[in-house]
């Protein structure tokens, strides 16, 4: 080894010892932990000057479509073997019903232009929206949202509180630290 890396490579190995092992990069969210399905009208209720944001979660249905054999393989009158017949059957069941889902959500009067500007460029910093920083909540910036928000769980345009706190956006919840 060089004389010149040697102070290099003992000031790696003592920044080593300083961290801890246990410290984890933050983690993705799953925001659909925070989703709420109500039968009854109208938000959820919740905390004193919560604001709720209601969407649709739309019906899934599976379709399965098989081959099944009509008639087996079997001899023809000359010895030879008549090939088996197959026929196509399709169905379909459903795996979730239609349904409003309520979150949490910023209040309106925080969706200032300055508040929707940092939410665009915080939504840029992670890829997501790629247009300049306008302010508004246009067309891109709610396609830019359901993109961040539905790899997380939620299938939504609209920012939920979850994913505004996630983005740094807003104060973190002092409940959940």
């Known amino acids: 080894m060089n004389e010149r890396a ?9 920044l080593a010892g300083c961290v801890d092992p246990s410290a984890q990069p933050p983690g993705r969210g799953d925001f659909s932990a925070d989703l709420i399905v109500r039968k009854e009208p109208g938000p959820p209720p919740g905390p004193k000057g919560a604001c709720w944001q209601a969407d649709i979660r739309p019906a899934v249905i599976e379709t399965v479509t098989e081959q099944v054999l009509l008639e087996p393989e079997r001899p023809g009158p ?7 017949v197959y026929g196509t059957e399709t169905r379909q069941r459903i795996v979730s019903d ?5 979150f949490r959500a910023p209040c309106p009067a925080e ?10 460029r915080a ?5 997501f929206y ?8 246009d ?19 609209h920012l939920s509180l979850a ?7 807003v104060a973190a919840d002092p409940a959940r630290l």
Do not use: H
Request: aromatic share 6%.
């Open 6 to 14: 040697f102070p290099a490579v003992l000031l790696a190995l003592a």
């Open 130 to 137: 790629l247009l300049p920083l306008t302010g508004v909540l």
């Open 98 to 102: 239609r349904a409003t889902v309520w």
């Open 163 to 169: 994913a505004a706190r996630e983005l740094g956006i």
């Open 78 to 84: 000359d010895g030879t073997p008549i090939p088996a």
């Open 123 to 127: 939504l840029k910093a992670r890829g």
């Open 139 to 157: 067309g891109p910036t709610r396609d830019a949202i359901r993109r961040y928000q539905s790899s997380r769980g939620l299938d939504s345009d």
């Open 111 to 120: 969706m200032t232009p300055e508040f929707i500007a940092t939410l665009q």
